[in-house]
């Protein structure tokens, strides 16, 4: 019977992130075809004379109008008629404040030069003696950072404190950054071990590291050598 167990655990380990991956995605591509489809011209939509259902054709055609409203918003003609449509939207008061708070999210977010998110840190965090794993957002800007008084030597960044099991809700905190303890592991391998509470750790490298740097340090010697 122990060894039914284990092999039911094993198997356990195995399929279940599987399945929960296949039902995420299914769910994800049936949401957006949810969406999409009852706008799609019946002659242009295959549910429409096929005896059943194609999944993911709304999520494709998702996908391409994004990418046409990109590449028309990059010539002149896009982008005078977005600048018309954002200055529509700045006249509505509550409606601008959620557009222009959204936009600035997603550009910082999504910018290729910005280094939001992509380090992991530690916080000594609810006091001292306990540490958290944050995530680096980005450095204090505006009244945040002249209130702190921040400088060059001493300046303080935005961390998210992420909550265990639901990594998506936290706390955003201002520390300095020489309190942040910086990590080697990536953001997904930092949001795998708060998921789990712990119990999946990545596999750390330094010594891995350290002997590979070692080894370019003696090669680097026998050619100054010779």
């Given amino acids: ?101 959204l936009k600035q999210i997603l550009e910082t977010v999504l910018s290729e030069r910005s280094d939001t998110f992509k380090k992991v840190g530690l916080i000594e965090y609810p006091r001292k003696g306990l540490w958290a794993l944050v995530f680096v957002a980005t450095e204090a800007r505006g009244e945040v950072d002249a209130k702190l008084g921040s400088n060059d030597d001493s300046p303080a960044i935005a961390v998210f404190l992420p909550t265990t099991p639901n990594p998506t809700s936290g706390y955003l905190l201002f520390v300095p950054k020489q309190d942040v303890i910086d990590l080697d592991m990536t953001v997904e391998e930092g949001a795998k071990l708060v998921i789990s509470a712990g119990l999946v750790a990545p596999e750390y490298q330094e010594r891995t590291r350290a002997l590979a740097e070692e080894a370019k340090a003696r090669q680097a010697a026998s050619f100054a050598a010779k």
Wanted: aromatic share 18%; charged share 10%.
């Fill in 1 to 101: 019977m122990t060894r039914v167990r284990n092999y039911f655990l094993t198997g356990f380990i195995v399929t279940a992130p599987l399945a929960i991956t296949a039902y995420l995605a299914w769910s994800f591509v049936g949401w957006v075809d949810s969406w999409v489809k009852p706008y799609i011209p019946p002659r242009y939509n295959p549910d429409t004379y096929l005896p059943f259902a194609v999944p993911g054709f709304g999520l494709i055609v998702a996908l391409v109008l994004i990418t046409l409203v990109g590449f028309l918003t990059a010539n002149f003609v896009g982008r005078t008629i977005v600048s018309y449509g954002e200055y529509l939207l700045g006249r509505m008061p509550l409606v601008r404040s959620v557009y222009r708070g």
